[in-house]
């Protein structure tokens, strides 16, 4: 089997560059590294992407396999505003331009092609692997976002009892909301950020995600200090930062139920089930991450005396 891979610049569009298989590999598990460490969980959302997933500008049509997760990833770090890609002879065609200085996003086509075997003479198939350049409409000008794009959701319902839960956290990290494509909560100025409540699909998944990194900001060494050198979630994708996710997925379920709000078991689960495979199935990790989210859930709702431990 051959593979013959062409890359082409979108900044000098008569030029091919070629990148070798190992090449394009190599740049693509970087991405995909560097974004797990940074923590994001990409899979496991509960809101709207529409606007947001990564969609050819010209054709209207959503990237499909890595290319979906290599442009989420460029776009969640440069904070572009929309999921709309194009080329730089795109961007031309449409009466603009790429801006000065912007660097390109690499991203695949494979198409299986048919041919002949030198030495055997028989057909054969063997994969073509061309390499795009594609750029967001945020590094272009003179190129206007199509009207069907700029269309609003109206927001999503903030439940009473997750407003409760949020007033009654003492010392509560600050809340953001922005129209982008990811949840986090950051140690490093204790503050989490959503997506905007037009984009949540629900009102009890905004609850959900909200709930979720509010456990994760328990671990803060200004409250719960979860968070030891030994079992510090350093990285992505390490044994620590996955114990971390069991705790903040499983506190999450606590607190909605404590505030008696609707729960998504089988999606939890799911997660969860996730996260042990990660950790080689190993079981008293759910005991252990129950625990931890029980402190958290005692932290968030002030509620000292419940949730004790009970020695066997």
């Known amino acids: 089997m051959r593979i013959v891979i062409v890359s082409e610049s979108a900044r000098y569009a008569q030029r091919k560059v070629q990148m070798n298989k190992d090449e394009i590999h190599d740049t693509v598990t970087r991405l995909i590294v560097d974004e797990l460490e940074s923590g994001n969980v990409p899979w496991r959302k509960g809101w709207n992407s529409h606007g947001y997933m990564p969609t050819s500008m010209t054709t209207g049509k959503p990237y499909t396999g890595i290319n979906t997760l290599i442009l989420s990833i460029v776009a969640s770090r440069k904070k572009y505003s929309r999921g709309l890609w194009l080329t730089y002879k795109q961007a031309s065609a449409l009466g603009g331009q790429v801006k000065k200085g912007e660097k390109g996003t690499h991203i695949i086509y494979y198409k299986m092609l048919d041919g002949t075997d030198k030495l055997t003479g028989e057909p054969i198939s063997y994969p073509v692997m061309k390499s795009y350049v594609v750029f967001n409409l945020d590094q272009c000008e003179n190129v206007a976002t199509p009207a069907k794009y700029l269309v609003k959701q109206e927001p999503v319902e903030v439940l009473p009892a997750l407003e409760g839960i949020v007033k009654g956290y003492t010392n509560a990290p600050s809340i953001y909301y922005s129209e982008q494509d990811r949840a986090f909560y950051d140690p490093s100025d204790d503050s989490i950020t959503l997506p905007s409540l037009a984009q949540f699909e629900s009102a009890e998944e905004h609850a959900y995600t909200l709930c979720h990194e509010l456990v994760h900001s328990t671990g803060h060494k200004s409250r719960l200090d979860r968070w030891s ?84």
């Open 229 to 312: 050198e030994a079992d510090k979630p350093s990285r992505f994708g390490c044994e620590s930062y996955a114990k971390e996710e069991l705790v903040a997925e499983l506190g999450a379920c606590m607190i909605l139920s404590s505030a008696g709000l609707a729960l998504d078991i089988p999606n939890s689960t799911a997660y969860i089930k996730n996260w042990l495979k990660a950790l080689k199935d190993d079981k008293t990790l759910i005991f252990k991450a129950s625990a931890k989210a029980s402190k958290a859930l005692q932290h968030i709702t002030a509620d000292e005396g419940a949730h004790e431990e009970v020695s066997a």
